[in-house]
């Protein structure tokens, strides 16, 4: 089942969508053609009518030479707004199948060989009797003989008894996915939770709306084992800050201008332990109080999202 992308986030996001189209020179078709997504997949995107998966908003972005951080704010915007995760993400088209290639340890002449020794008899074959008999036991005895050379082959090709022959695949890197997080717990600290892909899954442990009509929400990442807190909606010069308890430090971030104050702006991330109470505050520009609300991070091993009712204190 598919969200519609009626919030005002994601009207925002569908927008700025239509424009990087547009920039790209593209049609619908085209769009389809050189992304993993439909020519109906787009228009419903572009037209507002669905969120599109995160992975969509990425590829347009690459085609129109645009830096994702900005449409993958108000995805993450539109997405919060439904209180959880878009969890119908159109998957990507098959891929075209490809004729699969001779086997590696086959030369290709043998390959070949077989393959025409093995193959269909030619149109046109004689009826079945004394002369087809004897064109049938001339055919068996050549594919043994071909099968018989091959058995030969494999049999003597390096590796048979000696060190094993090298994969056809070179073996997985043991670095990390390309998709996956770029780091965990301290070394995460201080990073962007952005930039380090530790904001794909998060958790909310707790949100706020403040006293101005901003909205806070306190971030966590079991993946990474940090925490981090994000703010939309709020004035030029509101600031958030986050602390874990007993953390390294508190980490502070500011509205600087009115693209953030259309947006959200974040804090960074510190190292964040199950277990852990978080705390995090509200400074208003002017004429304010500075409003406070804590959680603790959940010890389930379980990533669960949950929600919880937050109590600000003023100061």
Same mark, same amino acid.
């Given at each position: 089942m598919t969200r519609p #992308? %009626?919030?005002p986030a994601g009207v925002r996001l569908a927008s700025t969508l239509r424009e990087l189209r547009r920039r790209t020179g593209l049609s619908l078709a085209g769009l389809a053609a050189k992304t993993t997504f439909s020519k109906s997949s787009w228009e419903r995107y572009l037209n507002g009518r669905t969120l599109p998966p995160r992975t969509a908003v990425e590829e347009l972005?690459? @085609?129109a030479n645009e830096p994702v951080g900005r449409c993958l704010t108000l995805w993450e915007i539109a997405e919060s707004e439904w209180d959880g995760r878009a969890t119908a993400a159109e998957p990507a088209r098959s891929a075209r199948p490809t004729a699969a290639p001779p086997s590696p340890s086959l030369p290709a002449a043998t390959a070949t060989t077989a393959a025409t020794a093995v193959g269909a008899a030619p149109v046109g074959a004689a009826p079945v009797g004394h002369r087809g008999a004897a064109t049938a036991a001339v055919l068996a005895?050549? %594919?043994? #003989? =071909?099968?018989? !050379?091959?058995? /030969?082959? /494999?049999? @003597? &090709?390096p590796g048979r008894h000696?060190?094993? @022959?090298?994969? #056809? +695949?070179?073996?997985?890197? %043991?670095?990390?996915?390309?998709?996956g997080p770029r780091c965990r717990g301290t070394a995460c600290e201080g990073g962007?939770?952005?930039?380090?892909?530790?904001a794909t899954a998060p958790e909310t442990l707790a949100e706020h709306?403040?006293?101005t009509g901003a909205s806070?929400? @306190?971030?966590? %990442?079991?993946e990474c084992g940090t925490s981090w807190t994000r703010m939309w909606g709020a004035r030029i010069g509101d600031r958030i800050e986050s602390q874990a308890v007993g953390g390294v430090r508190a980490y502070r971030a500011e =509205?600087?201008?009115?693209?953030?104050?259309?947006?959200?702006? +974040?804090? #960074?991330?510190? !190292?964040?332990?199950?277990?852990? &109470?978080?705390r995090t505050c509200f400074l208003p520009t002017a004429d304010g109080r500075t409003e406070c609300f804590e959680a603790r991070v959940d010890r389930s091993p379980e990533p669960t999202p949950r929600i919880r009712t937050s109590h600000p204190s003023t100061t």
């Open positions: #992308a %009626s919030s972005c690459r @085609l005895s050549a %594919s043994a #003989a =071909v099968f018989g !050379a091959i058995a /030969l082959t /494999l049999f @003597l &090709l000696g060190a094993p @022959l090298p994969a #056809a +695949h070179p073996p997985a890197s %043991s670095s990390p996915s390309v998709t962007s939770p952005m930039d380090m892909r530790c709306v403040t006293a806070v929400q @306190l971030r966590y %990442s079991r =509205v600087k201008d009115r693209a953030e104050a259309d947006t959200y702006v +974040h804090t #960074a991330m510190t !190292a964040t332990r199950p277990g852990t &109470l978080v």
